[in-house]
């Protein structure tokens, strides 16, 4: 059969993901998080693994790099990119929402400034509302742009809410609820398919 490399996201769903993969006995013997080495291979080097920044994953996969990508529902609807979404791993759960200052409200018919790490999905979001935004692209700490008047509002995933907490904003509205998903590269599914579809059936077995 075939070997498939696979994109995993760096970051908070990273070691989730590894025990999931462990449970379909798919081992990493040499990988751990705080390692530099950016490609690993499972025992049987059936699998590559490519250690990437989350937002990067849809990219590798969209482009063939990887086969297999395993990456936040935020990150897939922020690139737009041209891959199958295959399945749901049920970790990273949280929720896409604009937030912003305590009593403050959406409803205008003034141009609003969003502050986001995801423009695109900011924008697609007041588009559906008719809200005209300008959106700000910030790479973090988001939180900070309503409180020194860089934007109105902000648009950002929520998992326990402490950040927003922390800095004394609100969730205003409820966008999307987001949680890991497992991404497929078009043109590999078609001619890796034994290797993928082997692959997804010990994902769900795993999940179950
Ligand atoms: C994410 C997100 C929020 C925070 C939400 O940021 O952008 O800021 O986590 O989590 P919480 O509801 O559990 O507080 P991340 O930790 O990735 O850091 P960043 O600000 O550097 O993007």
């Known amino acids: 059969m075939e070997s498939i490399t696979l994109a995993l996201a760096k970051g908070r769903t990273a070691k989730s993901t590894i025990a999931l993969l462990e449970k379909m006995n798919i081992e990493f013997e040499d990988f751990h998080e705080d390692s530099r080495k950016l490609i690993f291979y499972n025992n049987d080097k059936s699998i590559k693994l490519l250690f990437v920044k989350a937002v990067d994953v849809p990219t590798y ?14 990150n897939i609807l922020e690139a737009q990119a041209d891959v199958y979404e295959m399945l749901d791993l049920q ?3 949280c929720q896409f929402v604009v937030a912003g200052k305590q009593n403050t409200a959406l409803g205008t ?80 599914f078609a001619t890796k398919s034994a290797s993928i579809q082997l692959f997804i059936e010990k994902l769900k077995e795993a999940l179950e």
Do not use: C, M, W
């Open 61 to 74: 996969v969209e482009k063939g790099a990887a086969d297999l990508g395993i990456v936040g529902k935020d």
């Open 91 to 93: 970790i990273g759960k």
């Open 109 to 188: 018919n003034q141009t609003l400034t969003i502050a986001s790490k995801y423009p695109n999905i900011t924008k697609k979001h007041f588009q559906q509302k008719r809200q005209t935004v300008e959106t700000v692209k910030l790479n973090g700490s988001v939180e900070l742009a309503p409180l020194i008047g860089l934007a109105d509002f902000i648009v950002d995933i929520v998992e326990t809410g402490t950040t927003l907490k922390e800095n004394g904003l609100v969730i205003l509205e409820e966008v999307e609820a987001i949680s890991t998903r497992l991404i497929v590269n078009k043109a590999s």
